[in-house]
Structures are given as C-alpha cells and as structure tokens.
C-alpha cells in the first residue's frame, strides 16, 4: 500500500502552538516501519517546516497510532511539554474516544458493551477476542450502537474503554459483524483502496497546556459508503 499524503494536503483539525491534530486517510502509517514509506510523521513535520519557515530539525511527538488501514484523527506534539502531558493523558485513558465503523452484518442487539479478553499473535499481527481470559490476554471493553442501516451495511458508533491492539476490529469480529474491507478480521474482500471502514470520528481531552476542553471532529472519507451515514 502506497502511501497517498503529502505535506501539501494534510487535512488539518485543530492547531496551535503546542498540538496539532489531523485527519488521516487510508494508506498513512503515523510513524515509520519496516515497508520505509514516508510516515505520516514526517509528512507534518514537513509541513511545520514550510509553513513557519523554520531552520533545522522540526520536533514532533507521536502520542498515539492508528492502524494503516483506518482513517480518522491522529495527535501530534509541538513541543516536549506538551508531549509529556499527552503521553500521560492517553496513558491513564484520561480521553474520549469514538470511533465510527461500516460492518457487514446487524449486530445482535442495537447497542450494547462487549468485553472480551484479546491475545496478540505477533506472527500475524492479529489479536483474537475470547468471551474467558486466557494465558496472556488483556481485558477489551468498547461500547457501540447502531446508527444506521444502510442498503447491505450496518453503520456502527463506538466507544472505547480499553485501548488494545486491533480491538475494534476483533471484538466486532466477535459478534459476527467484520468491518468492510477488512479481510484480516473476516471481510469477504478487501476495498479498493486497501482500507477498512473504522474511521476515528471523535475525540475530547484537556489541552495539556491550556487546560481547554478540546473536542475534534474528523470528517469521514471521500466515498460512496461514508457519505450516507
């Protein structure tokens, strides 16, 4: 998957001097791995570059990550202090998060809370969600209901009250509702664009700095799907 920003159409969410927070679109990594393609990282801080005009070495702290394949709202750090603070702040869980998501199937009920145990297979870069703990598993627990039925697609919102690994995508998985595109997870066939439909909707936290009560909206994607919901 190749990646499709550039510092040019970053879609910019909210800034100032010590946070900046963007949309990103399928196919960004936020930070570098071994494929070597330009993370979403350094695409901002290209940005920071241009756009203050500054010499030398732009900082950037990555305060958390969203999975290549979905979309939504990425957090960065300006400044060290206010890395510090986030790093804390998603830490202690201290954050709202909502994310949407397009699923194949209707769920079992219209809203409900699952808690599952997750165990990570490194091998595969999966996690499976067991209903019992099992040996090295952690406890998932998210909150979602039903937002809208689409023509063969079921839009979900959901709430996370853990922070695992793939745990959207698995828990959902769980119950029998792959998400679309997600051929990982159970999906029968993969987007075109090599996405999933999870987009990270919403998130509210207090400014590390201001200590202002941000809430962020990030759009949903250019597509048919999303535009209905």
Request: charged share 25%.
């Amino acid at each position: 998957m190749k990646i499709v920003s550039d510092s040019k159409n970053l879609q910019i969410l909210h800034e100032d001097n010590h946070i900046i927070v963007v949309n990103k679109r399928v196919g960004d990594i936020v930070q570098g791995d071994k494929t070597g393609d330009a993370p979403l990282s350094e695409i901002v801080k290209s940005y920071l570059k241009v756009a203050y005009n500054k010499p030398g070495e732009v900082f950037l702290g990555v305060v958390h990550r969203l999975d290549r394949p979905t979309t939504g709202i990425v957090v960065f750090a300006k400044t060290s202090k206010a890395l510090t603070r986030l790093n804390e702040t998603f830490k202690n869980r201290a954050t709202q998060k909502t994310y949407w998501a397009i699923v194949k199937n209707a769920p079992p009920k219209t809203e409900d809370t699952l808690v599952h145990f997750l165990k990570r297979n490194t091998k595969n870069n999966t996690s499976k969600a067991h209903l019992k703990e099992v040996p090295e598993s952690k406890e998932a627990k998210l909150s979602y209901k039903t937002i809208k039925k689409l023509d063969n697609y079921f839009a979900l919102e959901i709430d996370l009250h853990t922070g695992r690994h793939h745990q959207i995508r698995a828990q959902l998985t769980a119950i029998g509702c792959p998400i679309k595109g997600d051929l990982k997870y159970g999906f029968d066939r993969s987007n075109p664009n090599g996405g999933i439909h999870l987009h990270a909707r919403k998130l509210v936290l207090t400014h590390p700095v201001t200590k202002d009560l941000l809430e962020i909206i990030a759009p949903v994607p250019e597509d048919v799907l999303w535009k209905l919901v």
